[in-house]
């Protein structure tokens, strides 16, 4: 989706009703019933190239690692691509603050397991030698949205020399035996 396309996106999220042309209701509801099948892939390019195109991050501050085969999970996408843009954000912003940082921010996009033990993921890997992760509120409101989406949120720092933020979608219910 393009930049121009993402402005006038509220618009198209509105329709009009039977009761007349001056009465508007949403054409997608927020009480979990918006999940779908969504390919992650095609969601980590889209959240990347937004991200480019609104001018937010430039092309060689975000690398994307993605496996050779397509990721699938059944989720609400507007509430992941919520938690991924706000994840890629404070990353990005976190990693213009380390002067000293060459390194690019990595987002990756993992497989569920051949077992079905731990659902598809997105990991969000950066230089950042601060004490916090993240800002308190930004790290909690991403916990609660990844909650939502039944998933869960992970941080792991490594040392002085950046962290790895973890955002773990669902089962997908393939669990062997």
């Not at 949205?145 to 997908?172: I, K, Y």
Request: glycine share 8%.
């Amino acid at each position: 989706m393009s930049a121009v396309a993402l402005a006038s996106w509220p618009r198209q999220m509105m329709n009009m009703s039977g009761e007349g042309p001056s009465h508007l209701t949403p054409a997608v509801t927020l009480d979990g019933t918006d999940v779908e099948n969504i390919d992650l892939h095609e969601l980590a390019r889209h959240a990347v190239a937004l991200l480019q195109a609104t001018g937010h991050v430039k092309p060689s501050e975000l690398e994307l690692a993605l496996p050779s085969e397509p990721v699938s999970a059944r989720v609400s996408r507007r509430r992941l691509e919520q938690v991924l843009f706000q994840l890629l954000a404070h990353a990005v912003a976190a990693q213009r603050g380390e002067a000293s940082s060459t390194r690019a921010v990595r987002l990756e996009v993992e497989p569920q397991d051949d077992f079905g033990d731990h659902g598809p993921a997105f990991r969000v890997r950066y230089a950042d030698p601060c004490a916090e992760p993240m800002p308190e509120a930004g790290l909690a409101m991403v916990s609660e949205r990844a909650r939502a989406l039944g998933g869960r949120l992970g941080v792991r720092r490594h040392g002085r020399t950046g962290l790895t933020v973890t955002v773990e979608l669902p089962d997908q219910g393939t669990a062997s035996w």
